[in-house]
């Protein structure tokens, strides 16, 4: 398994300001994912981030709005830019394919909880 | 076709009872099929998958039951306790793709009364 931790855990943000989440993973993976979870909501993946390439975004996520970088194999960061009150989610950041295994499974970070005022 | 449609929505079951949760895809092309437990303030972990080689697959209490022709997979939780209470999440995948991209159901709330 993977050991994930997310920074900040939570944070109360103004509206028009960014926000930049990071994911840090205790052992090298090849896939990491962003989420999003509005609260009693299911999970809605934003991009996926491999290492080396550009994050990959799902309909109706944009890159100016929700810039990814990863750096290396057990970093990532999201950024939630020009917030927005509808930005008031739980972001989460997954791992898959851990060293050489199969996408199947992932792990979850404890997630980010963003309010926007 | 991308959906995973996920019932109830809440369910509340009594201590030793057994608690059943519903999923249903239109995708054939989805050959994998975790199940994740999220309790409140925190990540959704993993309790079970299966594939759909398989009709059903056990770990302890929890089993998947999985119909290929109807489309549909089921969690049970045998003998629930309390603290088994939190929000329960399928999935599907297409392993083949190699994305690792999980299209999620909406979410099943269980609550287990001592």
């Known amino acids: 398994s993977a050991v994930i931790s997310q920074k900040p855990s939570r944070d109360i943000c103004q509206r028009g300001t960014s926000l930049t989440i990071q994911c840090q993973v205790d052992?090298?993976?090849?896939?990491m994912f962003w989420y999003r979870q509005q609260p009693g909501q299911s999970l809605t993946l934003i991009a996926t981030?491999?290492?080396?390439?550009?994050?990959?975004?799902e309909s109706g996520f944009v890159i100016d709005k929700f810039p990814i970088s990863r750096p290396n194999l057990t970093f990532s960061t999201l950024t939630v830019s020009n917030m927005s009150p509808e930005d008031s989610s739980i972001y989460l950041c997954?791992?898959?394919?851990?060293?050489?295994?199969?996408?199947?499974?992932?792990?979850f970070g404890p997630g980010t909880r963003l309010t926007v005022l | 076709q991308q959906q995973v449609k996920q019932s109830p929505q809440s369910l509340i079951v009594q201590k030793g009872g057994i608690s059943i949760i519903n999923c249903a895809y239109e995708n054939t092309a989805f050959d994998y099929f975790p199940w994740y437990q999220q309790f409140p303030g925190k990540g959704p972990a993993l309790l079970i998958a299966?594939?759909?080689?398989?009709s059903e697959k056990k770990e302890g209490r929890f089993t998947i039951s999985f119909n290929k022709s109807a489309k549909q997979f089921s969690l049970h939780i045998m003998d629930s306790q309390p603290g088994d209470s939190a929000t329960y999440f399928c999935a599907a995948s297409i392993r083949s793709s190699n994305t690792g991209k999980l299209i999620f159901g909406q979410g099943t709330t269980l609550q287990v009364k001592p």
């Open positions: 997954s791992v898959a394919a851990l060293a050489g295994l199969s996408t199947d499974t992932q792990y």
């Open positions: 981030a491999n290492q080396g390439s550009e994050a990959t975004y």
């Open positions: 052992s090298q993976v090849t896939m």
């Open positions: 299966i594939r759909p080689d398989v």
